[in-house]
């Protein structure tokens, strides 16, 4: 393997709630930059969401957030791509939300929007360190601009069967995934992390073939497949380990940082 890049998912795959980074994770990335390969994250989060962890992890390379929407450096405001959501498909996202009874926000490419502050988004602002913007009118009639990404949250029990009714119902139209359990995304049909990878690759002069990427969601399936080397922690969904090269031990024990050093310095 010539890998030059490595891009890595950050929830449940670097890092989690309880453990966030590991100094594990500090000391490795820092040898992996060390022998001259570069260091990149990829994630669903919002890209001010992620930057705290690009600055704890002393990563400098454009940051992919919004599950490939967005690819933006991390020290300036200059962007690599950005895909948002169209705005009539995002009115049917909004629609198919009050269809199915369920809570939705949606994104700029630095906020988020809600109808009002409640569980969910007090839940998710939490996890994510992040503060939505409430605006206690009908979301679908204040929309006024193509929507970075839109994300819905479910109940565990629930969120199979509504992701399956919304990627049929916008087929052809959205890119429709999950990160989580109980989370459903919305992203531009050519929105994806493994799009954003290869945006990465042309941007440095690279291939594909010399990036190697680690993740665990639905979300990940996509750059796992399409880098030349791919790697799912042990805890991924099933998609995810199907599409991978290697599968290395689970995020609480510091598996993607065991994948970097078996793969990347001890090679």
Same mark, same amino acid.
């Not at 629930?158 to 916008?170: C, D, L, Q, S």
């Given at each position: 393997?010539?890998?030059?890049?490595?891009?890595?998912?950050?929830? &449940?795959?670097? @890092?989690?709630?309880?453990?966030?980074?590991?100094?594990?994770?500090?000391?490795?990335?820092?040898?992996v930059k060390g022998k001259g390969i570069k260091v990149a994250i990829a994630t669903g989060r919002m890209h001010s969401s992620a930057f705290p962890y690009a600055k704890e992890l002393n990563v400098v390379e454009p940051i992919t957030s919004f599950n490939g929407a967005l690819v933006k450096h991390v020290n300036s405001d200059d962007v690599i791509l950005h895909a948002p959501v169209d705005y009539n498909y995002a009115i049917e996202?909004?629609?198919?939300?009050?269809?199915?009874?369920?809570? @939705?926000?949606?994104?700029?490419?630095?906020? *988020? *929007?809600?109808?009002?502050?409640?569980?969910?988004?007090? %839940? *998710?602002?939490?996890?994510?360190?992040?503060?939505?913007?409430? @605006?206690?009118?009908?979301?679908?009639?204040?929309?006024?601009? &193509?929507?970075?990404?839109? %994300?819905?949250?479910?109940?565990?029990?629930?969120?199979?069967?509504?992701?399956?009714?919304?990627?049929?119902?916008?087929? +052809?139209? %959205?890119?429709?995934?999950?990160?989580?359990?109980?989370?459903?995304? #919305?992203?531009?049909? +050519?929105?994806?992390?493994?799009?954003?990878?290869?945006?990465?690759?042309? *941007?440095?002069?690279?291939? %594909?073939? +010399?990036?190697?990427? @680690?993740?665990?969601?639905?979300?990940?399936?996509?750059?796992?497949?399409?880098?030349? #080397?791919?790697?799912?922690?042990?805890?991924?969904?099933?998609?995810?380990?199907?599409?991978? &090269? #290697?599968?290395?031990?689970?995020?609480?024990?510091?598996?993607?940082?065991?994948?970097?050093?078996?793969?990347?310095?001890?090679?």
């Amino acid at each position: 393997m010539d890998i030059k890049l490595l891009i890595t998912d950050l929830d &449940d795959t670097l @890092i989690s709630e309880t453990s966030g980074v590991t100094d594990r994770a500090k000391s490795t990335i820092a040898k992996v930059k060390g022998k001259g390969i570069k260091v990149a994250i990829a994630t669903g989060r919002m890209h001010s969401s992620a930057f705290p962890y690009a600055k704890e992890l002393n990563v400098v390379e454009p940051i992919t957030s919004f599950n490939g929407a967005l690819v933006k450096h991390v020290n300036s405001d200059d962007v690599i791509l950005h895909a948002p959501v169209d705005y009539n498909y995002a009115i049917e996202v909004l629609d198919f939300a009050k269809e199915v009874d369920k809570y @939705i926000q949606y994104y700029s490419k630095e906020h *988020y *929007y809600v109808y009002e502050h409640c569980k969910d988004s007090d %839940l *998710y602002g939490y996890r994510t360190g992040t503060r939505a913007i409430e @605006i206690k009118k009908d979301i679908r009639k204040t929309l006024d601009f &193509d929507p970075t990404k839109l %994300l819905m949250i479910c109940k565990h029990e629930e969120a199979e069967e509504i992701y399956n009714i919304a990627v049929k119902r916008f087929e +052809n139209k %959205l890119n429709i995934t999950r990160s989580s359990d109980t989370y459903i995304e #919305f992203n531009n049909i +050519n929105a994806s992390k493994g799009a954003a990878c290869k945006a990465l690759a042309e *941007y440095y002069g690279f291939k %594909l073939e +010399n990036i190697m990427s @680690i993740g665990n969601g639905g979300n990940d399936v996509d750059m796992i497949q399409k880098c030349g #080397f791919g790697v799912a922690v042990e805890n991924a969904v099933p998609e995810a380990k199907n599409a991978a &090269d #290697f599968i290395c031990p689970p995020q609480v024990e510091d598996g993607a940082v065991i994948a970097m050093e078996q793969f990347l310095l001890n090679r």
